[in-house]
């Protein structure tokens, strides 16, 4: 059998962490900044854990991760 192929665009978005759950970068912090507040900006920095509802299709796309 051949090697399954990562999809290269969640590979760039998504990692594991050490217990085998999937870390994400929060949207809407790119542009507009104006009108939101310093502490939702700050908020927006973090990391965070895909949903476990996405667990399945993120695995999917990302079979070695």
């Given at each position: 059998m051949p090697k399954m192929k990562?999809?290269?665009g969640a590979a760039k978005r998504f990692t594991a962490t050490?217990?085998?759950k999937i870390r994400r970068?929060?949207?809407f912090s790119s542009h507009i900044l104006t009108k939101k507040s310093t502490k939702r900006?700050?908020?927006l920095?973090?990391?965070t854990l895909v949903a476990g509802t996405d667990m399945k299709t993120?695995?999917?796309m990302l079979?070695?991760?």
């Open positions: 990562s999809n290269r050490g217990s085998g970068s929060k949207a900006k700050r908020n920095r973090k990391r993120v695995r999917r079979p070695y991760l």
